[in-house]
């Protein structure tokens, strides 16, 4: 016990030198509260995926159409426009069932699974995004209630996709060739409730009837972005400019955060986690690597600084980041001077 307590003084005391040879040091009149928590839902938890970057974008988007949004579209969204972008297939893009299934055992085009541990950038999942039309949360649900992770639901669908198209084909194959038998709907209806035996919050937000017509009309790489595609049948626009501010001078981008705050506005952030893991570090060692938003600010009276409040879809439990850090389900205080030195770059609406 009285180890803990002298290291918890030697961080705090460390953490009050650091701040001042830090400089450019908030003051209590600039640094009014802000809390954008309650226009936006409960902090999400991307859990085996690397859905940091699409969690982020949708906490955006909620933000400012005052609607939860859905990341798992966002993430297939972005997927799909990153291969078709970098292939340049422009002539291809009203193909795709074509294209997809010419492609269909390649690297390039992994399971949806696959993509959704992958990563991506969030300004440009955030622009791709706008560009389709938003999808809501309630129609492609990005966490799910019964399963450890999204990854591992989406995995089942895929395995269900499979699964399904063998049985339409041995039932092909046992029929007659001049009298191919004529699978009923109750048939497909009965195979597919005993091969999914976990309850999906994806595949319920369809009638099984349509969640059927999906499986028949879709190849295996498609299976997943035409699931998701027919459930977000009202999908929502929203007019607005994405501005991304990059540099390499850290009092900028804090000042920067600081303006859009004042306006009302929250913002993406491409950080190093080092910033909440390591209360020595004081200075970013790696390229962003993570992405997260800024939702709120409030001066921390006992540090004399300003602290932006942080929302992570990484561990909402706070349990992985270092006890000094205020958090509480999944929403982070940190000091905002030594945080900027940690971030690459703000992505905004203008």
């Not at 705090?12 to 226009?39: M, P, W």
């Not at 191919?180 to 009965?190: L, T």
């Not at 994806?202 to 349509?210: F, K, N, T």
């Not at 999906?214 to 501005?243: A, M, P, Q, W, Y």
């Amino acid at each position: 016990m009285m180890v803990f307590l002298i290291q918890s003084i030697w961080i705090l005391f460390f953490f009050t030198i650091a701040n001042s040879a830090l400089g450019n040091q908030t003051s209590q009149e600039k640094c009014s509260s802000v809390d954008y928590r309650s226009q936006l839902p409960p902090a999400r938890n991307q859990g085996s995926s690397a859905l940091c970057y699409a969690f982020s974008v949708a906490d955006l988007l909620s933000f400012a159409s005052g609607k939860p949004i859905s990341s798992l579209d966002i993430a297939l969204t972005h997927d799909k426009s990153l291969i078709v972008s970098y292939f340049k297939f422009s002539d291809l893009v009203n193909k795709q069932e074509r294209f997809l299934d010419i492609f269909d055992k390649s690297i390039l085009f992994p399971s949806s699974a696959t993509k959704l541990q992958t990563g991506g950038v969030a300004n440009l999942a955030l622009k791709r995004a706008m560009e389709k039309g938003l999808c809501l949360e309630k129609d492609a649900p990005s966490e799910s209630e019964t399963l450890s992770s999204i990854v591992e639901e989406v995995e089942n669908l895929e395995k269900l996709k499979s699964s399904y198209d063998e049985f339409v084909k041995n039932e092909q194959m046992n029929s007659h060739f001049l009298f191919p038998a004529e699978i009923s709907n109750d048939e497909k209806m009965s195979f597919v409730c005993r091969s999914y035996s976990e309850s999906s919050t994806i595949m319920g937000a369809l009638p099984l009837s349509e969640f059927i017509d999906v499986l028949e009309h879709s190849s295996k790489r498609n299976f997943l972005t035409h699931l998701i595609d027919r459930s977000c049948k009202n999908r929502l626009s929203l007019d607005k400019k994405v501005k991304t501010f990059r540099d390499n001078n850290p009092v900028l981008l804090q000042e920067k955060m600081h303006t859009l705050l004042d306006e009302g506005n929250m913002a993406i952030i491409g950080w190093d986690t080092t910033a909440v893991r390591d209360p020595f570090a004081i200075d970013s060692y790696r390229p962003a690597h993570h992405a997260s938003t800024i939702v709120g600010r409030r001066w921390n009276e006992s540090r004399k600084s300003c602290q932006f409040l942080v929302r992570d879809s990484t561990d909402p439990s706070c349990k992985s980041y270092h006890y000094l850090n205020d958090c509480e389900e999944g929403h982070l205080w940190v000091d905002d001077k030594r945080f900027m030195r940690f971030v690459d770059d703000l992505t905004y609406f203008e």
